[in-house]
């Protein structure tokens, strides 16, 4: 994995990050969690209680949560407890969702860590991504995961108070989305965004980081 000259801290977007199970991995840089998603997500799903989880090879689902006829569920996948999948929904190989979590119909949720109380309303797809508790996705917003556009595929981010242009060193990486964090109807997120907690993007936007420029002219949703 790449190094920063600085650190980005998961738990300055996920105030409950530490308390997780995910704590142990508090270290990593937030692209580096999607990318041993499967590992991960294998790992954790082998300390479940079985009286709290129905356990079927690598997918493990609360006892409490519900499953409409018509979801596709790759594992590995951890699915916590009061969860909701709407019918159509496809989660793929390599998802860790916290408790409470809703995924509604036509939505694509590909190597992600998804925090308590957040809803991916209809029509999203999110890749390579970590998203804070109580995060909301209006219908048909996406997370895109991939620099298809150019030649050099490597991600990159901005981060610290001047919007230093970083490379991730890896070619998938969606978004890093702090607690509370808002995404309007048909927005559109590209790849690299680390969204403060409680950060808002506007319906039918594009928020594409990589070109703001290095002053923070409009980087309000780029973390100190």
């Known amino acids: 994995m790449s190094s920063m000259p600085h650190a980005i801290e ?12 995910l704590a142990r991995w508090g270290h990593c840089l937030p692209w580096e969690l999607p990318a041993q ?8 799903l082998a300390a479940l209680p079985a009286d709290e989880y129905a356990i079927e090879g690598d997918i493990a689902i609360h006892r409490s949560a519900r499953i409409e006829p018509g979801a596709v569920l790759k594992g590995p996948l951890i699915l916590g407890a009061g969860c909701f999948v709407a019918s159509g929904a496809y989660l793929r190989g390599g998802n860790w969702v916290d408790t409470r979590c809703s995924i ?26 970590v998203l804070g508790a109580g995060v909301n996705l209006e219908a048909g917003s996406i997370v895109c995961n991939h620099r ?18 970083q490379p991730t060193g890896c070619e998938k990486f969606g978004a890093l989305m702090g607690d509370g964090a808002r995404v309007g109807a048909n927005a559109v997120i590209a790849p690299g965004a680390l969204l403060v907690p409680g950060h808002v ?5 594009l928020l594409d980081q990589e070109q703001q420029d ?11």
């Open 148 to 165: 298809n556009e150019r030649a050099d595929k490597i991600i990159q981010v901005r981060s610290g108070k001047g919007g230093t242009l």
């Open 201 to 205: 993007v506007g319906r039918a936007t």
């Open 37 to 44: 998603a499967g590992a991960i997500v294998r790992e954790l």
């Open 104 to 129: 509604g119909p036509g939505v694509e949720l590909k190597s992600s860590f998804v925090f308590e109380g957040t809803a991916l309303a209809h029509f999203n797809f999110v890749g390579d991504s």
């Open 214 to 224: 290095a002053q923070g002219t409009r980087a309000g949703n780029i973390a100190p």
């Open 10 to 21: 998961l738990s300055a977007y996920i105030a409950g990050f530490a308390a997780s199970p």
